[in-house]
């Protein structure tokens, strides 16, 4: 079992603290960092379990998508903090033959659907997913 930070309503004013690797070769450290914004409703291209937060201050990137499994922290603006939950994970992993003799996989973790493919990469939904659902 795992525990992770449920999705904070959209247009909630929020401090989001959380963790990364470094990018650096040969640096195994991880980075810390807190961004604050409100809370955007998730669009069909944003994936399953990310928070996505308008920033609200001036930067090139105002649009955030932090996976909330990356999540230390989250605190509203009234003060108050975000409950963590408990998760069951349940993964499922399937081999799928692509229509051109590529093999894909695709994963059900908690009813969260993703395959290797490119069209899933770029759709976020493909024929492979709707194929394993079918069964």
């Not at 692509?98 to 069209?119: L, M």
């Amino acid at each position: 079992m795992i525990t992770q930070f449920s999705l904070p309503d959209p247009g909630s004013h929020v401090a989001v603290t959380f963790e990364f690797p470094s990018y650096v070769l040969g640096q195994s450290k991880v980075n810390r960092t807190i961004i604050t914004g409100i809370v955007e409703k998730a669009t069909k291209f944003t994936p399953p379990n990310f928070v996505r937060i308008v920033t609200d201050f001036e930067s090139p990137v105002r649009v955030r998508e932090i996976p909330l499994q990356r999540v230390v922290n989250i605190q509203y603006s009234d003060g108050r903090l975000a409950d963590k939950k408990q998760i069951t994970k349940q993964e499922k992993i399937y081999s799928v033959n692509g229509s051109r003799g590529s093999k894909y996989v695709v994963i059900n973790s908690n009813n969260i659907w993703s395959c290797t493919c490119p069209g899933f990469q770029f759709r976020k939904s493909c024929k492979h997913i709707t194929q394993t659902q079918g069964n």
